[in-house]
């Protein structure tokens, strides 16, 4: 009977964190839907950013027969600093989602190191923070809480601080790492280049039918303001979009642990009975036994 008590036990046990998993579950599927909606505004305002960029800097490099001379669009081919800036949760029960981009920073660093090329980290979420200091790495700079609530104004007077090391020649280039989200089941790591502008990610070679106008004087001053603001924002977008791949990880995962929850209940009452049964079928025999050692 003891056994029975410890298989009925271990059944309520296992329905009581199936009834938690499948309430996180439900709280990250409510969670991405607000955060989708965020993202899709977002994108539409860093697209408008981004075209603006890419008008100024083709002007810019029209009127100058030197090509586009700005110290954003400076690229260095063999940069001997790079500032990684990674982005995780400060939360874990999400799968794979942080250890994922983990490993692509950890590969970073061994790809720059075999160029002889020196590494700082900047650290974004509590998972990562975490896992390098265990690990004895130093950490340039970190912020905890922003990943689970992406603050613009906080967003990028971090990144404005990595920006500044940029233009004042600490560090050759910024490179942005995180889960990105593409849909309800998928998440990708997603590695950008910050500073310098990578002229890949405009248009600057096509012919420009814009009617923009811009004084030559102003063209600098305008194309560094919108440069800031471009950096600022690819921050907090991909704050936006590793939050929704954060949301739809924990929600696959919780889904995975409550399906798992309920495979073992079924397991569990199943050997319940057969014990049941057993230590019935022991009962009966020992009254039969009984009853015959007494004829």
């Known amino acids: 009977m003891a056994n029975l008590k410890e298989i009925k036990r271990k059944i309520g046990s296992v329905k009581n964190t199936q009834k938690t998993t499948n309430a996180m579950k439900l709280v990250s599927s409510a969670k991405l839907k607000r955060t989708e909606e ?114 613009f104004a906080k967003a990028a007077e971090f990144i404005t601080e990595v920006a500044e090391a940029y233009v004042n020649g600490e560090t050759d280039k910024i490179v942005l790492v995180h889960n990105g989200y593409v849909n309800m089941i998928t998440q990708e790591v997603r590695e950008g280049q910050v500073l310098p502008v990578d002229p890949s990610t405009l248009e600057l070679n096509s012919s420009s039918t814009s009617e923009l106008e811009v004084e030559p004087d102003d063209d600098d001053t305008l194309l ?11 921050m907090y ?27 073992m209940v079924k397991e569990l009452n199943v050997k319940y009975n057969k014990a049941r049964q057993e230590a019935i079928t022991t009962e009966l025999i020992e009254i039969i036994s009984g009853m015959e050692s007494m004829k």
């Open 224 to 234: 560094d303001a919108l440069v800031k603001r471009y950096v600022e924002y690819t």
């Open 38 to 151: 965020l993202a899709k505004k977002s994108r539409v305002y860093a697209e408008k950013l981004t075209e603006l960029l890419n008008e100024i800097a083709q002007k810019m490099q029209n009127a100058n027969a030197e090509g586009l001379d700005n110290v954003y669009f400076r690229e260095v081919k063999k940069p001997k600093m790079v500032d990684i800036v990674f982005i995780t949760a400060d939360k874990g029960l999400c799968g794979g989602f942080n250890s994922q981009t983990i490993k692509r920073v950890n590969q970073m660093i061994a790809d720059y190191k075999a160029q002889d090329t020196k590494v700082r980290l900047r650290a974004v979420g509590r998972k990562g923070i975490d896992y390098f200091k265990f690990n004895n790495v130093e950490l340039n700079d970190e912020i905890i809480g922003l990943s689970a609530a992406p603050d």
């Open 237 to 263: 977008y991909s704050l936006i979009d590793s939050l929704a791949a954060e949301h739809s990880a924990r929600m696959q995962a919780m889904d995975a642990a409550t399906t798992n929850a309920k495979e």
